[in-house]
């Protein structure tokens, strides 16, 4: 019983980071309106994604090299 509640906990925690990762997306390559503090907005969904899983950073991208 307890296993088949964190399985329904991490499937219902996958599946609102993947919204929210919808969502970062949207923030960084699709908004319309730029009168918005993007930065904010992209903080603020970092903090709520690092009290869901431990790591704010979970929903950047993977493998990005700079320079």
Do not use: P
């Not at 906990?9 to 919808?22: F, N, P």
């Not at 319309?32 to 929903?59: F, H, N, P």
């Amino acid at each position: 019983m307890r296993q088949r509640a964190e399985e329904v906990r991490a499937e219902a925690v996958a599946a609102d980071l993947a919204e929210l990762g919808r969502l970062r997306h949207y923030l960084i390559f699709g908004r319309k309106d730029r009168r918005a503090d993007r930065e904010k907005l992209m903080s603020a969904i970092d903090d709520y994604v690092g009290e869901m899983t431990g790591d704010r950073a979970a929903l950047h991208a993977k493998n990005h090299k700079c320079g």
